[in-house]
């Protein structure tokens, strides 16, 4: 049986294999919206001081900071990723949780324009549980950021959900 589709190739490198932002021009703007994931599993002597809800340390409450730290990175995507392009955000919420021994921490975001959003997403989510590792660090270093990655993206050429 042949191989009739097409070889999948990186949309970031030209026809000489330099770096080049991907030409959005002729695309439509539709709605389009992301959600990312990241998990910080966090130790007993931490888990503890949430007991209550939010812990309140010296530089602020946890979470509260984290959500803002979430929202700023997910504005500041294309100052961090080279390549991604400038979008005007329509939404962008950070929800975290405690679930048994992890902080969840889910980063939505959504705009209307030619591009998705999932880099944003994921930059908020990212920079929210190093947020929550750097509020807790004074506890204990144990922490461990497990996984940071895309849920859903709607709104482009393709829809993904992620298992």
């Given at each position: 049986m042949s191989n009739t589709s097409t070889?999948?190739?990186?949309?970031?490198?030209?026809?000489?294999?330099?770096?080049?932002?991907?030409?959005i021009s002729d695309k439509s703007s539709t709605i389009r919206v992301a959600i990312a994931e990241s998990r910080v599993w966090l130790p007993?002597?931490?888990?503890?001081?949430?007991?209550?809800?939010?812990?309140?340390?010296?530089?602020?409450a946890v979470f509260q900071t984290a959500i803002i730290a979430g929202i700023m990175a997910?504005?500041?995507?294309?100052?961090?990723?080279?390549?991604?392009h400038t979008l005007l955000l329509d939404n962008c919420s950070v929800e975290i949780q405690l679930v048994n021994e992890e902080a969840l921490i889910r980063c939505t975001v959504k705009t209307t324009g030619k591009t998705g959003v999932e880099?944003?997403?994921?930059?908020?989510?990212?920079?929210?549980?190093?947020?929550?590792?750097?509020?807790?660090?004074?506890?204990?270093h144990e922490m461990i950021i497990r996984e940071t990655k895309l849920i859903s993206k709607t709104g482009g050429k393709r829809d993904v959900l992620v298992p």
């Open positions: 070889p999948q190739q990186f949309s970031h490198l030209d026809e000489k294999n330099q770096p080049s932002m991907v030409d007993e002597v931490i888990r503890r001081e949430f007991s209550g809800g939010d812990i309140n340390t010296r530089k602020g997910a504005k500041k995507t294309p100052e961090l990723i080279p390549l991604c880099m944003e997403a994921l930059t908020g989510a990212s920079v929210a549980a190093l947020t929550v590792y750097d509020m807790c660090k004074a506890f204990t």
